[in-house]
């Protein structure tokens, strides 16, 4: 600021300075005592978007072209087509077949199931990097995909709470940060409930496990908070 910078010149100006050999005192620099500094323009002002991460562009994470979104709109188009699948296990069915045999069979204990795509390439594989190699960014990209499924946007409207899942203590020390509340946060923050569940039992990772193997591993794990 101008007080900063006058000052500065009368202290220089007071103790005096070599420079080339030849004595600079009060004289020399008595024109830039109390002189305002230069300073710049203002900066112009920058468009919302740049300010957050997904403002920049980016690399896609699947084809690698440049500039484009975390995960490019062709790669979307042609690894995540939307697709019939069964309201209450999101698993593909028929186009027409309003539910799978399995579900008919045997309801599960939900209103709706909705998923974006299959646990498969290049998807599986951008989950992984951010659960386990803290690639953080990928979260938008993911929500992203989620609220495009036909139906998430309805869903979200109508939900009072979004509720992510908890990780035991252990597990989010090691970690750093909890995916499903990254996820949360980026689908609608003003309803995401960060304790909304709480887990009560710590449980071995699922990796690894059959399906059966997994709905036991989490039996009475989570309670409502």
Same mark, same amino acid.
């Given at each position: ?77 042609? $690894?995540?087509? !939307? ?30 199931? @909705? ?10 594989? @951008? ?21 495009? !499924? ?36 980026? @689908? ?8 909304? @569940? ?23 794990? $989570?309670? !409502?908070?």
């Amino acid at each position: 600021g101008v007080a900063a910078c006058g000052s500065a010149a009368q202290r220089w100006a007071a103790t005096g300075s070599r420079v080339g050999g030849w004595s600079v005192g009060m004289e020399a620099v008595a024109q830039y005592i109390d002189r305002p500094c230069r300073t710049r323009s203002p900066m112009p002002r920058l468009p919302a978007r740049l300010f957050t991460l997904d403002g920049w562009p980016s690399q896609c994470a699947v084809c690698r072209a440049w500039p484009a979104h975390t995960v490019c709109t062709d790669c979307i188009t042609r $690894f995540a087509p !939307v697709r019939a699948r069964c309201p209450s296990c999101a698993l593909p069915v028929a186009p027409g077949v309003m539910r799978c045999g399995a579900c008919l069979l045997q309801p599960p204990p939900l209103d709706h199931c @909705l998923t974006a795509t299959g646990y498969e390439w290049p998807w599986a594989g @951008l989950i992984a990097r951010l659960k386990f190699q803290q690639d953080i960014g990928l979260a938008g990209a993911l929500a992203g995909l989620l609220r495009r !499924v036909p139906g998430a946007a309805d869903a979200l409207a109508q939900a009072d709470w979004l509720l992510p899942m908890p990780l035991a203590p252990r597990r989010l020390a090691e970690r750093g940060f909890n995916p499903a509340l990254l996820l949360a946060r980026r @689908l609608h923050p003003k309803r995401c409930l960060v304790d909304g @569940l709480r887990r009560v039992r710590d449980t071995p990772p699922q990796r690894g496990l059959t399906r059966a193997e997994r709905l036991r591993n989490v039996r009475g794990a $989570f309670a !409502v908070h």
